[in-house]
């Protein structure tokens, strides 16, 4: 541990703007705000936590009083809006930021957690905690974990498991739940000890259109295409079809429709005959491509 | 009498601290960390019962720990030793492996003597 050496005394005073940037906090978030398109409610919570680890740190390079926040988290809601990646982002973060060792994210539902008949439930979830110390385990649908129709469902031996080094490790390991906002908000009234535990409840708001559209343009740039100028304004008509029509999951209806643009787009180029086909032809989603779907069906 | 087994054994016991810098580094070379634990700890014996798997997906010493201190409730009486597998191809063996509980009392062996058949001697090791 970095504590402050007892044979020189104590600063008086700190700069935290500079202990920030030891830690390389504006960088972390920059990177923040430049990937992840709206979620405002998120980042604004990331920023009080990065902050808050900041004056710890300066709190204890001035020698005073420091106890390492409780940092377990839940994250409700929708499908698609980012719970996953944002939690992704969450281990490399606190990794930054020196409240987690390793910074490494294990990722489990209920299966991994809970066993099938008695005495199975405690190793397996005490294997996935040694997994996950030093880093992130996110718990997806954590919900499924309480059964309340049936009362000797081995969910609740594994819920109790968690809560005790939950409460004893916690500077060995950071602990995130996510699911739906209504069931997890049914999940914590039957499980007080856990409601209590975790001291950070973010909601992840839906997207607007706009922010999808900015959504779609990342995730393009990243696998390497572009629209051509009029697959824009499809997108865009596609985007305000699709957030009407049923089962619709924020990000990632987004990201399935884009891997269908491309199917069409494969398709139609390897169709096309009598010229050769160029870089330009390789990487531009048409209009067409978009308008095939069965969105625009109607 | 104690027992000298694996490394560091001539040292005094190793504290927390020093078990999770050792594993910590076994981690960092990539070596698989798993406790084992036995009641009898008979120089000829050289395997031990297994407590719970290796820990091949381990990333940090405080889930080893985890299991050295399950190990160390369950069997309080025990001696337990923490084992680092190297798996890279030309070792395939342990690399590392050091005592973290002995039992309070500690019997110690001895080496016995024997007259065998046409006045050869022959030695053995037993328990005190």
Known sequence: ???????????????????????????????????LVG????????????????????RRLLGLPSDPPSLHMCFTGNPGTGKTTVALRMAQILHALGYVRKGHLIAVTRDDLVGQYIGHTAPKTREVLKKAMGGVLFIDEAYYLYRPE?????????????????????DDLVVILAGYRDRMQTFFRSNPGMASRIAHHIDFPDYSEPELEAIAGLMLDKMG???????QDALREYIARRVRQPHFANARSIRNALDRARLRQ??????????????????????????????FND | MRITQG?????????????????????????????????????????WEMFGMPMFDLKDAAGALLEVNACR?????????????????????????????????????????QEGAGRAIRYTVERR
Not at chain 2, 35 to 44: F, L, M, S
Not at chain 2, 80 to 99: C, I, P, W, Y
């Open chain 1, 1 to 35: 541990m970095n504590g402050p050496d007892d044979l020189t005394p104590a600063p008086e005073a700190i700069d935290l703007a500079a202990l920030a940037r030891d830690a390389g906090v504006p960088d972390v978030l920059a990177e923040l705000e430049r990937d």
């Open chain 1, 39 to 58: 979620l405002q409610p998120v980042k604004s919570r990331i920023r009080d936590i990065a902050a808050l680890l900041t004056v710890d740190r300066g």
């Open chain 1, 150 to 170: 049936n009362e000797r469902d081995y969910g609740q031996e594994s819920i109790e498991i968690l809560l005790q080094v939950m409460e004893n490790q916690r």
């Open chain 1, 225 to 231: 295409y572009r629209l051509a100028p009029d697959a």
């Open chain 1, 266 to 295: 494969a398709s139609r180029l390897v169709a096309l005959t009598g010229r050769p086909v160029s870089r330009e032809d390789l990487t531009t989603i048409a209009a067409q491509d978009l308008r095939a779907s069965r969105v």
């Open chain 2, 7 to 47: 490394t560091f054994s001539f040292l005094p016991d190793l504290t927390d601290a020093e078990i999770r810098a050792q594993v910590e580094y076994a981690l960092r070379q990539g070596w698989a960390v798993s406790v084992e634990h036995t009641a009898e700890a008979h120089p000829r014996d050289v395997y």
């Open chain 2, 73 to 113: 409730k369950t069997f309080p009486q025990h001696y337990v030793k923490v084992n680092a597998f190297d798996a890279t191809q030309g070792f395939e063996s342990t690399r590392l492996s050091f005592l973290v509980q002995r039992p309070a009392d500690e019997p110690g062996y001895r080496v016995v003597r």
